[in-house]
């Protein structure tokens, strides 16, 4: 009888690890669907192309909010937000590496702690690193307090893969209120949104139609949001190439007077 139990109790452990396992190799597509209703909630509040300002948008903000670099300067920035896409990445960082460019990647905190080599080889591989928040969580539905540590534990957990200080902030699907600005600013922060948008996240968005979306909008100044997805992967190399041909250069955010 002894025995017995220890065969079940021993079944039962081995389906939990199972189902354990099983979760975390469905993380990364986890993630990634929590991030595609977290933007479709945001798109149908604002019946737009662009998610921003959920909450509130004061016009005294505005000044304060980076949304796109100064123009006449033929140099536009891809701003590349990662809180899922470890698969994807190193085939993206090998790509910038053939087209000879840099981008700035904003990362979540979690991401950070959970990639650190990898964050490493996108720090050595000349890209910027800023901030993307800790958990993805949307600023405007949080209190003060825990924006405040959204932004410190993510510092922290890029202080610690690759030694640098993050200066930037993008909140999670745009979203922010007036207390977002004035908390990244308390903090040593900008708050960066973005010009251009891929929509990578959305269905139906083949490579063709990632390219379309950039190359139909002004790129002087632009600040070009994607994500770690499988068709912006297939769509980089084009993109840089008529991006290029257009006479535009491709650099990190630090790199474009704003």
Same mark, same amino acid.
């Given at each position: 009888m002894k025995n017995k139990n220890w065969s079940v109790l021993g079944i039962a452990l081995f389906a939990v690890l199972a189902? &354990?396992?099983?979760?975390?190799?469905?993380?990364?597509?986890?993630? &990634?669907?929590?991030? &595609?209703?977290?933007?479709?909630?945001i798109y149908e509040k604002q019946e737009g192309n662009n998610a921003v300002a959920t909450a509130a948008d004061p016009k005294e903000y505005e000044s304060r909010i980076i !949304?796109?670099?100064?123009?006449?300067?033929?140099?536009?920035?891809?701003?590349?937000?990662?809180?899922?896409?470890?698969?994807?990445?190193?085939?993206?960082?090998?790509?910038? @590496?053939?087209?000879?460019?840099?981008?700035t990647?904003?990362?979540?905190? !979690?991401?950070?702690?959970?990639? @650190?080599?990898?964050?490493?080889?996108?720090h050595d591989a000349g890209h910027e690193i800023q901030s993307h928040g800790y958990s993805h969580a949307?600023?405007?539905?949080?209190?003060?307090?825990?924006?405040?540590?959204?932004?410190?534990?993510?510092?922290t957990a890029i202080i610690d893969?690759?030694?640098? @200080?993050?200066?930037?902030?993008?909140?999670?699907a745009g979203d922010y209120d007036a207390r977002t600005v004035e908390i990244a600013e308390?903090?040593?922060?900008?708050v960066v949104l973005w010009s251009s948008d891929t929509i990578d996240w959305r269905e139906g968005s083949s490579a063709p139609v990632i390219i379309q979306r950039i190359l139909s909008k002004p790129l002087d100044? &632009?600040?070009?949001?994607?994500?770690?997805?499988?068709?912006?992967?297939?769509?980089?190399?084009?993109?840089?190439?008529?991006?290029n041909a257009q006479g535009y250069r491709i650099v990190p955010l630090y790199r474009m007077p704003v």
């Open positions: 189902a &354990a396992f099983q979760g975390f190799s469905n993380l990364d597509k986890i993630l &990634a669907d929590q991030t &595609a209703q977290t933007w479709n909630t !949304r796109n670099g100064a123009q006449g300067n033929n140099l536009c920035t891809f701003a590349c937000n990662v809180d899922w896409g470890e698969d994807v990445i190193p085939d993206m960082l090998k790509v910038f @590496k053939e087209k000879d460019i840099q981008v990647f904003f990362v979540t905190g !979690r991401w950070a702690e959970n990639h @650190k080599d990898l964050l490493k080889q996108m949307l600023c405007s539905d949080i209190s003060s307090e825990k924006v405040e540590e959204e932004i410190e534990k993510t510092e893969a690759v030694c640098i @200080k993050p200066n930037y902030f993008a909140p999670a308390k903090l040593g922060y900008k100044g &632009a600040i070009i949001l994607m994500h770690p997805k499988p068709e912006t992967l297939k769509a980089l190399p084009e993109l840089i190439e008529q991006i």
